[in-house]
């Protein structure tokens, strides 16, 4: 199985601010996701980051908000700009192996914005 | 919309075999059925996945029925830590890493 890291695990933020979420992962991966969970809900994918291009953002999310960079197989950060309490939400990123058809999750990170 | 149908929480003793039911009549022939359980906010932890056969891991089993339309899956003996919720989701195609997550169900085990 793939072994995810996530800095950092935890935040407290003011609103009108950006944190930068970073995805470490153990091993080479094709696919790497982002995920959000809003404070009671399931999961709700944001978006894939994509190596060498642009993120392909899920419909309700956009760039501007939620930039994501993917520079090499194992690493990809996301940033959430500009921030209202709104943003309060678990961040998570996951990776999906091709070599056994299984998709991991990371620990996440919670965010809270004040 | 999630494309699966859980029982909202299911109650469990301690030792006992947990059976957790999923139906997903409109799964199509190249989507696995994963299960994943997530404890106290933590991030999903993967459980098991199966295509059309049934499968057993160190952690869990999984019944898929012949017609695909529903499965089950067995937490052989179960223990309080496994009270979580437990999400099963139906993914393949070209929506591989695409998991779309329903309301899960809340598995309680008690003493």
């Known amino acids: 199985s793939a072994v995810i890291s996530q800095k950092p695990s935890r935040d407290i933020c003011q609103r009108g601010t950006s944190l930068t979420i970073q995805c470490q992962v153990d091993?080479?991966?094709?696919?790497m996701f982002w995920y959000r969970q809003q404070p009671g809900q399931s999961l709700t994918l944001i978006a894939t980051a994509n190596q060498g291009s642009e993120a392909t953002y899920e419909s309700g999310f956009v760039i501007d908000k939620f930039p994501i960079s993917r520079p090499n197989l194992t690493f990809s950060t996301l940033t959430v700009s500009n921030m209202s309490p709104e943003d309060s939400s678990i961040y998570l990123c996951s990776v999906y192996t091709q070599a056994h058809n299984e998709q991991f999750f990371g620990p996440g990170t919670r965010l809270t914005v004040l | 919309d999630a494309k699966t149908t859980q029982p909202p929480s299911m109650d469990c003793a301690e030792g006992r075999a947990a059976n957790l039911p999923c139906n997903h009549s409109t799964i199509s022939g190249n989507e696995y059925v994963y299960w994943y359980r997530q404890i106290h906010s933590q991030g999903p932890q993967y459980i098991i996945h199966?295509?059309?056969n049934n499968e057993t891991n160190e952690m869990a089993s999984l019944i898929i029925t012949e017609d695909r339309k529903s499965s089950t899956l067995i937490l052989p003996h179960a223990t309080l830590r496994d009270t979580a919720v437990y999400y099963c989701?139906?993914?393949?195609?070209?929506?591989?890493?695409?998991?779309?997550f329903g309301q899960g169900t809340i598995l309680t085990v008690h003493p």
């Open positions: 199966g295509l059309k």
């Open positions: 989701i139906v993914a393949g195609g070209t929506s591989y890493g695409k998991l779309t």
């Open positions: 091993s080479q991966v094709t696919m």
